[in-house]
């Protein structure tokens, strides 16, 4: 089979990083016999740089061709001047409103190898944690109304968090969706006492929760839910969340795994078309030095070939590969503990490949 992948390389570590997924995609492809083609494109930064714009048309053109895109990193402290709406981030909500990505994939695994690096006790996630946060992608605060008026204490700036039934009922569904595939459990988050955005969010999810009589459904403030994911993180299977709740636990449910280090997300619309990125930033203090951890991008590849191209037995081998590696020893900076070798981006993304 042939699949046309766009790569958007970004910024600080976001090169680096994806390299090392093309590489572990290129062996994948050999070894189960698919054609993996790869199209670059620029967003972020560096197309701020050599663009002009943080999102050239010619990327979202390139996008729109593919099957899927494979996204690095965009942002740094270079472009941190630059007004709200030419910073590189921007790209990131420009890409996610043009390909109609609303539906956010999160999946925070604890990798057997690397239990010491949680921060919670031991006896609360003996056993593992696997949790899955479905984020809405392109509604909510970060897309509403904003602007700045006069007011008697000064000048003042507003975000309007703002949600429509259908935008509410569509990420529930696939939350629900997502739940029948795991542990038929969903834990939809608001904050229904304070907020009418919220309000309708909970009534708009009751509703769909009646269509799906299997899974068990419970409804927690985000404040709860915060302190709930280090209390007893393993009592979640899939989370469903507006864009900004989504944003803030989906960070923290990292943390609680080990490391954001290793961490994937897909970003889904309506058919199988996807954009594949690790959950961490940019990392621009360790940008070129080859200390970054690309596991979160390979698990990302390997999203993509779950998600969109139906790859199910691909997808295993290059999660397999993974724990291969972090069994044999493996280790970055961000997940090394006290006395381990430290193993490089590029001869990590070397071993995974070869674990294929």
């Known amino acids: 089979m042939n699949y046309r992948i766009a790569v958007i390389a970004g910024d600080g570590i976001g090169p680096e990083v994806t390299s090392q997924a093309v590489k572990v995609m290129k062996r994948t492809g050999e070894k189960f016999g698919h054609d993996f083609e790869f199209t670059y494109a620029y967003a972020g930064g560096c197309a701020i740089d050599k663009k002009g714009e943080c999102l050239p048309e010619e990327t979202l053109e390139i996008c729109r061709r593919s099957d899927a895109v494979l996204l690095g990193a965009v942002g740094g402290p270079k472009w941190d001047d630059l007004p709200g709406p030419k910073r590189p981030e921007k790209a990131l909500l420009g890409l996610r409103k043009d390909l109609g990505l609303y539906a956010n994939l999160r999946p925070a695994v604890m990798f057997e190898e690397l239990a010491g690096d949680c921060p919670l006790k031991p006896e609360i996630v003996k056993g593992g944690i696997d949790l899955m946060v479905v984020r809405e992608l392109t509604g909510g605060i970060y897309f509403g109304e904003r602007g700045t008026k006069e007011t008697e204490m000064g000048p003042a700036a507003y975000d309007v968090e703002q949600y429509s039934e259908g935008e509410v009922r569509r990420i529930a569904e696939t939350a629900f969706g997502m739940a029948m595939k795991r542990g038929k459990k969903v834990t939809s988050v608001d904050k229904a006492n304070v907020l009418d955005s919220s309000r309708l969010w909970r009534r708009v999810t009751e509703g769909v ?13 985000v404040d709860n839910a915060a302190m709930q994911m280090v209390r007893d993180p393993k009592q979640f299977d899939v989370l469903l969340t507006s864009n900004m709740f989504g944003d803030i636990l989906s960070d923290e449910a990292s943390q609680v ?3 954001i280090g290793m961490l994937p997300s897909a970003s889904l619309g309506e058919g199988s078309f996807g954009m594949y990125e ?8 360790i940008a070129g030095r080859d200390l970054a951890n690309p596991m979160a991008t390979i698990l990302s590849a390997a999203m993509m070939m779950r998600y969109t191209f139906g790859l199910k ?23 090394a503990g006290e006395g381990m070798k430290i193993y490089g981006t590029e001869e990590t993304g070397n071993m995974i490949a070869e674990a294929i």
């Open 313 to 335: 037995e691909e997808a295993d081998a290059v999660e397999s590969a993974v724990e291969k590696v972090l069994a044999a020893g493996c280790r970055t900076a961000d997940i």
């Open 257 to 259: 795994t080990g490391s």
């Open 209 to 221: 929760a009646k269509e799906y009589p299997e899974v068990e459904t419970n409804y927690m403030y």
């Open 278 to 285: 690790p959950v961490h930033g940019s990392a621009p203090d």
